[in-house]
C-alpha cells in the first residue's frame, strides 16, 4: 500500500522523496516531545495502514555512524513506520539547517500540535538556551513572544513540585510569571499548593500572588524581564530605533557588540556628532560593509 501525502503549505515547493528507513537516524534526545509513548505509535501506525501518511517527515544532512539523514521533525511518524516494517518513507530533505534552526522546526511541530504541556515547552526552552540562544532568537525560532520564553524559563528554576503541578494545569501562565517574583522557595512552594488545592476544590476564588510593590529609587541589577518591560515601555513612549532600547538589548545579550556600536555610529551621523569606535571594530564593520 502507498502512503499518501499531503504536504504543508511551508513546504509545497520542496521535494518528497521515498528514503530508506536504515539511513535515517531518530535521535530521541534531540525531539522536544522527548519519550514517545508506544501505544501512540501502534496506534499512528494503524492510521496509516488505513489511510496512509498525511505529512512526510522532514530530514536534513547526517554523515555520521553509518547514517546519511537525521529526522528532524516527525520523529513518531518514523517510529510507526519501523513499527510497520516498511522499508522506505515519505521524507523532505532539508539541507544547510544550524542546530537553532532545527531544533526550532521541531519544536513548533510540536507545538502546533497543542499536545506538550507548559513542562515540555519549558524543557525545550532550555534546548535553545544551552546552544546559547538569546531569549529574543528564541522568540523569534519558536513564533513566540520575549514573556513566553520568560514564563517557561522561571519554571524551571522553581522546586519540582511547582513544576509538576504546572505540568498538571493547576498553574496558570500568569501565576508561573507571578510565583517567579517570589525570591523565597519556601513562600513559592506554599502559595502554588494554595492554588493546587484550591482548584481541587473547584474553588472559584483562588488565592492571590501577592507580588512585591517596585521600588523605584532602588538600584540593583535587573533581570531579563525587567529589562523587557522596561524596553517595551521606551518602544511604546519614544518609538523603536532609539539607542536607549538598543542599549537594554545589549546588557540583556540580544544584539551583539558590533551591533551596538554600529547604531552610535549611525546615531552620530544622524545628529552631526563626532564619534568614532573602537579600531578593531571599524575593521569588523568594513568586513561586513557596515
Known amino acids: 500500500m502507498t502512503a499518501a501525502v499531503a504536504i504543508p503549505e511551508n513546504e509545497k515547493d520542496m521535494k518528497v522523496e521515498h528514503f530508506l528507513l536504515h539511513d535515517i537516524f531518530s535521535d530521541p534526545d534531540f525531539n522536544v516531545r522527548g519519550v514517545i509513548d508506544p501505544a501512540s505509535i501502534v496506534e499512528l501506525a494503524k492510521d ?12 536534513r544532512p547526517h554523515d555520521l555512524d553509518g547514517f546519511k539523514y537525521k529526522v528532524v521533525v516527525g520523529h513518531r511518524r518514523y517510529a510507526a513506520y519501523e513499527f510497520l516494517e516498511r522499508d522506505t518513507i515519505p521524507s523532505i530533505l532539508r539541507e544547510g539547517l544550524t542546530e537553532l534552526q532545527a531544533l526550532g522546526l521541531n519544536f513548533v511541530e510540536n507545538l ?17 538556551i544551552k546552544l546559547g540562544a538569546t531569549i529574543g532568537e528564541i522568540a523569534k525560532l519558536t513564533g513566540q513572544g520575549k514573556k513566553w520564553v520568560v514564563i517557561r524559563m522561571g519554571l524551571l528554576s522553581m522546586p519540582e513540585p511547582i513544576q509538576e503541578a504546572a505540568a498538571a494545569g493547576f498553574l496558570t501562565q500568569g501565576q508561573i510569571y507571578d510565583l517567579s517574583e517570589i525570591k523565597d522557595v519556601s513562600d513559592q512552594m506554599t502559595m502554588a499548593k494554595a492554588i493546587k488545592e484550591a482548584k481541587l476544590r473547584n474553588e472559584t476564588r483562588l488565592p492571590i500572588i501577592k ?53 552610535l555610529v549611525e546615531y552620530a551621523k544622524a545628529n552631526h556628532l563626532k564619534y568614532s569606535p573602537p579600531v578593531e571594530v571599524l575593521d569588523l564593520m568594513a568586513v561586513h560593509k557596515m
Request: charged share 30%; proline share 4%; hydrophobic share 35%.
Open 211 to 263: 507580588k512585591k510593590k517596585s521600588k523605584p529609587t532602588q538600584r540593583k541589577r535587573r533581570n531579563p524581564e525587567e529589562i523587557f518591560q522596561m524596553i517595551d515601555h521606551i518602544i511604546e513612549e519614544m518609538g523603536e530605533g532609539n539607542l536607549a532600547t538598543r542599549a537594554l538589548a545589549w546588557a540583556n545579550g540580544e544584539i551583539s557588540d558590533l551591533d551596538l556600536y554600529r547604531d
Open 112 to 128: 502546533q500540535r497543542q499536545d506538550l504541556n507548559i513542562l515540555q515547552e519549558a524543557h525545550g526552552i532550555d534546548r535553545f
Open 48 to 59: 496509516i495502514e488505513i489511510q496512509g501518511l498525511l505529512q512526510p517527515i522532514t530530514v
